[in-house]
């Protein structure tokens, strides 16, 4: 099945900065990569995603970047602020056979972001 | 329009007490999943169900039976508890088509175990 690495496990920056957290996956033929933003004792929700035939895709201060060939994507952040901390999760979905839209996480990294 | 609801929102069991946490949504979607979400371990799936009357083991069933009452319910029951479910559990719905389809969370279930 699908495996998902996600790094870093924490990442602290001052505001202002940018951010970048990073995943891999192992399924070649997973073809959409989700990112979930998630506030302490709430629930996750999507912030941005990405599919297969896209390398880039931005939302404002949020861009993901994706690389088919060497199987990663990363999320960036700019200019970031202290309401930007929070855990970020990274997934891949395979459309393929029976998954069924079963999403794989990856562990999640603790961002926090400093006044 | 409530989304993804989830009842209750905390409970503590003793070792060994059954229970059922309950899960509905109102966006009319198709598939519907439970995760438990551990410190440092992620979200990992214990049960999906693409349809109504459907259901399929995930990454973590053990423990865990569920029933998908109708497109709307999704229900996870755990029938004798142990210290190593406690956990937050969160339900989630998807809207299938074909590459589409958000995966949205409920508010969570934190559940104690002693």
């Known amino acids: 099945g699908e495996n998902v690495e996600q790094h870093p496990s924490t990442l602290s920056v001052q505001e202002g900065d940018s951010a970048v957290i990073k995943c891999t996956y192992s399924?070649?033929?997973?073809?959409?990569f989700p990112w979930y933003k998630q506030e302490l004792g709430k629930r996750p929700q999507l912030i941005i995603d990405i599919r297969s035939n896209v390398g880039e895709k931005k939302d404002q201060r949020i861009a993901v970047t994706l690389n088919k060939t060497a199987k990663h994507f990363s999320l960036h952040i700019t200019e970031t602020q202290p309401e930007d901390s929070a855990v970020y999760f990274c997934?891949?979905?395979?459309?393929?056979?029976?998954?069924?839209?079963?999403?794989?996480f990856g562990q999640g990294t603790i961002l926090t972001v400093h006044p | 329009n409530a989304g993804v609801t989830q009842t209750p929102k905390f409970q503590v069991l003793k070792t060994g007490q059954s229970m059922t946490l309950q899960c509905a949504q109102d966006?009319?979607?198709?598939?519907m999943y439970w995760y438990r979400q551990d410190p440092g371990m992620g979200l990992r799936l214990i049960y999906y169900?693409?349809?109504?009357?459907?259901?399929d083991k995930g990454e973590v069933p053990n423990g865990y039976n569920v029933s998908r009452l109708n497109k709307r319910e999704f229900s996870l029951r755990l029938e004798s508890a142990a210290p190593s479910q406690t956990s937050v559990y969160f339900c989630?719905?998807?809207?299938?088509?074909?590459?589409?389809?958000?995966?949205?969370f409920g508010p969570g279930t934190r559940l104690t175990v002693l």
């Open positions: 966006m009319n979607h198709n598939s």
């Open positions: 399924d070649s033929a997973s073809n959409y």
């Open positions: 169900s693409a349809s109504e009357g459907t259901t």
């Open positions: 989630a719905s998807r809207l299938d088509r074909g590459l589409q389809g958000t995966q949205y």
């Open positions: 997934a891949a979905f395979n459309a393929g056979g029976t998954s069924y839209g079963k999403l794989t």
